[in-house]
Every structure is written in C-alpha cells, then in structure tokens.
C-alpha cells in the first residue's frame, strides 16, 4: 500500500541555519504530495503541495520537489526562524483513490534555536 | 477560503459519558470529510471517512459502536466518542476536501483535545 516516509527528529537548528526535512513515498498511482505544519497545540496547516513530478511547491520560505525517479520530496529553507518551530508532516494522496484519502509520514519535530 | 471549524477545541468529561465533536465546513461543501487520531508526538491515523448521506468507512481496527460518525449534511460531520475511557484521550483532528481527483489538499479543522477522567 501507499506509504510515507520522514528523517527522525526531533531536529534541532540555530536561527537562520539551512533546513532539510527528508522525505519519500510508496505510491501505485501517481499522487499528489504535500507538505504540513503543526505549530503547538494547533491543527494542521498546509505548507506546500505539488501535484506532478518535477513540480516544485514553495512558501514562506520552503520549497520542495517533487521527483519522481528518486520518489522523494524533500523540504527545504534556507535560512530557518525561530517562529518555524514546529512538526512537520510529509503526506500523499493518490489519484486512484475515491476519496482523496490523505497518508502521513510520522512527522518530523524541528525546533530553532535562538 | 475553505475553512475548517472542530468545536470544542478541549473538552474533558469523566469516564462512561459520551463526547460528541462537530466539524464544519464554512465555506464550501464537502461531501467527504475525514477523521484523525493523533497521539501525543505522534503522527495522524486515519480513523475514518466520513461521506455525506451514508454510512461512514471505518479503517481497520477502529471500532465503529465506540466512535459514532454522523455526517448529516454537506457541511457538517460530528464524531461521538461513546462510553469514553481514560484510553480515549486524545486529539481529535477532522478535515474535508474539495473533491477534485487528489489534486486539493485537505483542510484541517483545529483539532479537540479530549481528555477522559
């Protein structure tokens, strides 16, 4: 079945330090792959998404690919804030499904340091 | 656009009584809607799809008699936690999409914290 899956954190970095979060997938069809934010004791938020390969997703400062020879979609920013403390979870939803269902990766903490 | 409503954002209630959790959509209608469980440091699981108008599909090892989904319109599911535990506790995350074939994402509500006494 579909899977995601993210680096383990928690990932601890200084202010305005460059960021990587990675991240690949498992998918039969051809799926749409997003990035989400959860800041302390909120929901999530949508970050960033790309829907077909070679589509780069990018905001607030972070970007992610979507490439589809190496089935990643790595997160990155390069110079992180403080106020970017937070989890981060990679996800997919496939095509081939009724009902855009959405599969997680475990999540990644990032906490940014002064 | 495409806001998300969960009320009560935290709700705690004693153990054996029931908890009922609304999500909403404000501004756009959703026929399907999704309910998640998250443990404390953990990711999502997916608890069930809830779909306007009929019976809710549960996912494997969730037990539908203990987490009741009623999704009576197109802007509104609730979840009713049943007889709740101490087990129970937990956050509670909806969300709905608009259905366009996977290519929208999921709008979250902000989630209940539940917890059972």
């Known amino acids: 079945g579909d899977s995601v899956t993210q680096m383990e954190g928690p990932v601890t970095l200084s202010e305005e330090a460059c960021l990587t979060i990675n991240c690949t997938y498992t998918a039969t069809g051809y799926p749409s792959l997003f990035w989400y934010v959860q800041y302390p004791g909120e929901g999530l938020q949508l970050l960033l998404k790309a829907t077909k390969a070679d589509d780069k997703g990018s905001n607030k400062g972070f970007e992610a690919t979507y490439r589809k020879e190496t089935t990643s979609f790595h997160l990155e920013k390069g110079s992180v804030q403080v106020s970017d403390s937070a989890v981060y979870f990679c996800a997919l939803s496939d095509r081939g499904t009724s009902y855009d269902k959405v599969i997680f990766g475990p999540g990644t903490s990032l906490s940014v340091i002064p | 656009g495409a806001v998300v409503s969960q009320h009560p954002s935290w709700v705690i209630c004693k153990s054996g009584t029931s908890v009922k959790i609304e999500c909403r959509s404000l501004?756009?209608?959703?026929?399907?809607m999704f309910w998640y469980r998250q443990f404390p440091k953990q990711s999502l699981m997916l608890m069930a799809t809830s779909n306007e108008g009929s019976k809710a599909t549960y996912e494997q090892g969730v037990e539908k008699d203990k987490f009741l989904i009623n999704h009576a319109s197109l802007t509104l599911s609730t979840l009713t936690v049943t007889s709740a535990h101490p087990e129970d506790s937990s956050f509670y995350i909806c969300?709905?999409?608009?259905?366009?074939?996977?290519?929208?994402?999921?709008?979250f509500g902000n989630g209940t914290r539940l917890t059972v006494t």
């Open positions: 501004d756009f209608q959703a026929t399907t």
């Open positions: 969300s709905a999409s608009v259905s366009d074939g996977g290519n929208s994402p999921l709008h």
